[in-house]
């Protein structure tokens, strides 16, 4: 097996496809509330007191708040991964999988702090493959500090095949450690809540690099990575002098709050899918110069109604497609707007089921991390 994806949209020959096993609760603690602050705000500000009830004394156990998740609706998810895994099996792709999480782990600890553990679902978030390099990125969000754990045995493989594997530092995640500034600005839905003071730990060393992989657009030598925070700006200053003379990193401002695949994909040279023409404007100016489609307004009709459930992502996460080819694209089934705009630009559309994107956080691109792709290291922002 030999490491090689440089892009988004050349033929894909290998992929990883998350997990969702013993997937039981959602925790609030702060880095959660931190990640999702802005996508549930402006999703629905005027119920933000449900989304984010106040929480104090942040870094405390006793103030960490496990949300149930149904088990209904995790039986339906893992339902949808394995659909999606047998359609890329149907396309020609090899399929891997992470290790499952066993059911016995409720906890990570580490000398600062403790956290739930949530499965290796999202695993596009955590690690950024870059030609022939694995590097696991440092994470946002606490639950998730050991998830790449899971995927060791698929690396080693690759590794013992040739491939470059590295691990960007580790975050000691204290209170301080976080850049507070994002949340305490106004944004197009707002704070949900006042953000509390940082709580001291003995282990602060100040504002650290947490940065994750799904910050980054992939273009052949050209990674354009999206900054909101000073965490951020730590983690792609590192990238930059890591990758020198090997890759170019192009740096957007505040595009999202901090993944930006739900906001642009490039599914093939020379033509985005974009949220919007504003997004367009903050891109780098050779990506501006590409056609682009602009994703159709999602209906509420597209989502199921939940009366139990915390919501964790904006209505425009079916943006989030996975490209096979530059002219084969998985799509939400769910999305029959996206799914016409799409075939009208001449693509070939294949649907999938996803039902339950807007519960865990994710879509296929989310859910996948490309090991394998045809294309090479060219010159696309020149």
Not at 194 to 222: I, W
Not at 252 to 260: A, E, G, N, P
């Amino acid at each position: 097996m030999l490491l090689n994806s440089f892009d988004e949209w050349s033929r894909l020959r290998e992929v990883v496809v998350g997990s969702a096993e013993n997937y039981v609760s959602h925790e609030r603690e702060l880095s959660f509330d931190l990640f999702f602050h802005d996508n549930l705000a402006q999703d629905n500000p005027s119920r933000s007191e449900w989304y984010y009830p106040r929480l104090s004394a942040r870094s405390e156990p006793a103030d960490r708040r496990r949300l149930p998740v149904a088990r209904r609706y995790v039986d339906e998810l893992n339902e949808d991964l394995e659909g999606l895994a047998d359609t890329l099996r149907d396309l020609g792709v090899t399929v891997h999988r992470p290790r499952a999480l066993p059911a016995e782990t409720a906890e990570v600890t580490t000398p600062a702090w403790s956290a739930s553990v949530v499965p290796p679902l999202n695993i596009r978030d955590n690690t950024l493959v870059l030609g022939d390099e694995i590097i696991e990125t440092p994470p946002m969000i606490r639950s998730r500090y050991f998830e790449t754990q899971l995927l060791k045995p698929l690396f080693q493989e690759y590794f013992r095949s040739g491939c470059r594997w590295t691990v960007m530092p580790r975050p000691l995640m204290t209170d301080a450690s976080f850049d507070l500034s994002y949340v305490r600005t106004a944004t197009a839905g707002g704070p949900t809540e006042p953000v509390e003071e940082p709580r001291p730990s003995p282990y602060d060393v100040g504002l650290e690099m947490m940065f994750d992989a799904a910050q980054c657009l992939r273009l052949g030598r050209d990674i354009v990575a999206n900054v909101s925070t000073e965490n951020h700006e730590l983690g792609v200053a590192w990238l930059e002098r890591h990758l020198e003379g090997r890759f170019r990193v192009h740096r957007v401002h505040r595009l999202s709050d901090s993944h930006i695949d739900s906001m642009v994909l490039a599914l093939r040279p020379g033509l985005l899918l974009v949220r919007s023409e504003a997004v367009v404007e903050a891109l780098p100016p050779a990506l501006r110069r590409w056609d682009r489609i602009v994703a159709p307004t999602p209906t509420e009709n597209n989502f199921p109604r939940y009366d139990d459930a915390l919501i964790l992502t904006s209505p425009f996460i079916d943006l989030n497609v996975l490209s096979v080819d530059p002219e084969t694209v998985l799509v939400n089934e769910a999305s029959p707007e996206l799914v016409r705009t799409l075939e009208d630009a001449k693509f070939t559309v294949v649907p999938v089921r996803h039902r339950h994107r807007r519960l865990f956080g994710g879509g296929f691109h989310c859910f996948t991390l490309d090991t394998v792709r045809d294309g090479g290291p060219e010159d696309y922002l020149e």
